[in-house]
């Protein structure tokens, strides 16, 4: 005794009928608008000595996008053998703080514009100078103010 036809266990008029309001809500531009990500700039940055250009494995390299002038969080990388690190999420045209620590040498910081899809950054890391100390005496330029005198770590 066949009472009318079934789809999976329903009537076909109630699949039909459960059909009917997505249909609708989607004729209608109702429910989620997709919005695709923007594009993104690979960044790869690339660490050696400032001394002999050799590369540094295991420098902590620190990623800072900057959104309106304030920091919009970070994320951190350690460079490889080749001293180098790659990141492809910040945004085009958006504006990066890098930040480059390891030990042995100073750190480094500086911002940088990202208007293509792909940036190539060359950090060379100095080893530590001298603390500058307003208890010594400095030599001074023709504007008198002092200039920094180049000194070996102690």
Not at 77 to 84: F, V
């Amino acid at each position: 005794m066949n009472r009318g036809f079934w789809v999976s266990g329903f009537p076909l008029a109630a699949a039909v009928l459960l059909a009917l309001p997505t249909a609708h809500a989607q004729e209608h531009g109702r429910g989620r608008k997709y919005k695709p990500p923007p594009p993104t700039c690979n960044v790869t940055v690339t660490v050696v000595r400032a001394d002999n250009k050799k590369p540094v494995e295991d420098a902590a390299v620190v990623f800072h996008p900057l959104k309106e002038g304030k920091n919009d969080g970070n994320m951190e990388l350690k460079t490889n053998e080749e001293g180098k690190v790659s990141l492809n999420v910040i945004p085009v045209g958006a504006t990066l703080r890098l930040q480059v620590i390891a030990t042995g040498f100073q750190t480094y910081g500086k911002d940088y514009d990202l208007p293509d899809d792909a940036k190539e950054i060359t950090v060379k890391l100095n080893l530590p100078q001298r603390q500058y100390s307003i208890y010594q005496s400095h030599p001074t330029n023709d504007a008198g103010q002092a200039t920094p005198v180049p000194q070996k770590p102690q």
